[in-house]
């Protein structure tokens, strides 16, 4: 328990023997239950799962006794769960750790999915998800707990960004990468103060959890960014929480071509998603008008000109005159859609708060 509110771990795990064991035994003690997935790994992950487990039970019975024997009895997927049986097989827990073996892999966000649901079905009052791989602070996890017990927010998240020394630790690829991805994910969900979207170190509160639809959750790698929108459709209170990664010789597993191609365009999908379910599903505001004409606008300016070069020569208008005028139909979509996103952000500034330290 933490602050009276009982506390769950999601920890994905795919070929992460080396590190995995140290995740389980190092989680703070304040963590009820740990959902710990593995997915289809081809090393001996699964036996290093079972090995911390069995090693976190003894500790725990050891130092805690009768607060073990009461996590015993937190409900390890809620009894009858088809969504989750039908993605994987949930073992009876050992001490407070559940592992859970997936039936096919699915991917970072696939494993995030499957521990979403079953700690869903466990009914804890937050859900945090720590990656296997050894990169998080796990002494940091209050930071994240602290917006969703104090009230502030039903989501925290941590961001890699915030602080200077922070971002001279992450390699430069990741900087550029995580910047440009930023941007996009600000356009997509509406929270435009937050930075570092595809961070994996975040805690969400049981109402959050119940009120999203995790059965069409993004399975990819961009599930983070697409919980964001998710989110904002349901206008949730977000928080943005300073908190360091920690990189060692761990290898990641993204192709950064297929990646890229994948997260744009389920962001793209997204945004309109939001659009149609935020602001006319749910309640109408001008936002949409401005984005659509501002998108169509600037679109077809762009054709403008481009049939005024390809066709030059066959009308007697002036290049100039039908230039001028494409130009600036183009520059008027621009302007609708900086006030779209002025709208969009004054719409969402309450729904969000950065936390530096």
């Keep these: 328990m933490y602050r009276d509110h009982s506390v769950a771990a999601v920890v994905p795990a795919y070929n992460e ?24 790994s081809t090393d001996s992950t699964w036996e290093a799962i079972l090995e911390a487990a069995q090693t976190d039970a003894r500790r725990r019975i050891d130092r805690e006794g009768a607060v073990a024997d009461r996590v015993e009895r937190i409900r390890p997927d809620g009894g009858e ?19 859970i073996d997936h039936r096919e892999n699915r991917g970072a966000g696939g494993a995030i999915k499957t521990g979403y649901l079953a700690a869903r079905a466990g009914r804890l009052d937050i859900v945090v998800t720590v990656d296997g791989d050894g990169q998080m602070d796990l002494d940091a996890m209050p930071k994240l707990l602290d917006p969703i017990v104090d009230g502030v927010a039903d989501y925290a998240k941590g961001n890699r960004l915030l602080a200077p020394d922070h971002q001279r630790s992450m ?95 389920m962001l793209l999908r997204n945004f309109l998603w939001r659009l149609e379910t935020r602001y006319l599903r749910f309640d109408f505001h001008p936002v949409v008008l401005f984005y659509l004409f501002g998108a169509g ?32 139909l183009f520059l008027v979509g621009w302007l609708f859609l900086l006030f779209a996103m002025v709208f969009d952000m004054q719409e969402n500034e309450d729904r969000e708060v950065v936390i530096h330290e």
């Design 171 to 265: 390699p430069r690829f990741r900087l550029f990468g995580n910047a440009l991805l930023s941007l996009l994910t600000k356009i997509a969900s509406g929270y435009w103060k937050l930075s570092d979207p595809q961070n994996g170190y975040t805690a969400i509160s049981r109402d959050a959890l119940e009120a999203v639809d995790l059965e069409s959750m993004y399975e990819y790698y961009g599930y983070c960014n697409d919980l964001l929108v998710k989110l904002n459709a349901r206008s949730t209170r977000v928080a943005d929480v300073s908190i360091p990664a920690v990189y060692g010789d761990e290898k990641s597993s993204i192709v950064y071509s297929t990646y890229v191609r994948n997260v744009s365009g």
């Design 81 to 99: 769960n088809p969504a989750l049986a039908a993605r994987a097989t949930v073992h009876e827990p050992i001490g407070r750790v559940v592992p």
């Design 297 to 328: 606008a600037s679109a077809l300016g762009s054709l403008g000109v481009l049939w005024s070069f390809l066709s030059r020569g066959r009308s007697g208008e002036s290049l100039f005159v039908r230039v001028l005028a494409s130009t600036q």
């Design 17 to 40: 023997e080396r590190f995995i064991g140290d995740v389980v035994r190092e989680m703070p003690p304040f963590v009820d239950r740990l959902y710990v997935v593995n997915d289809c």
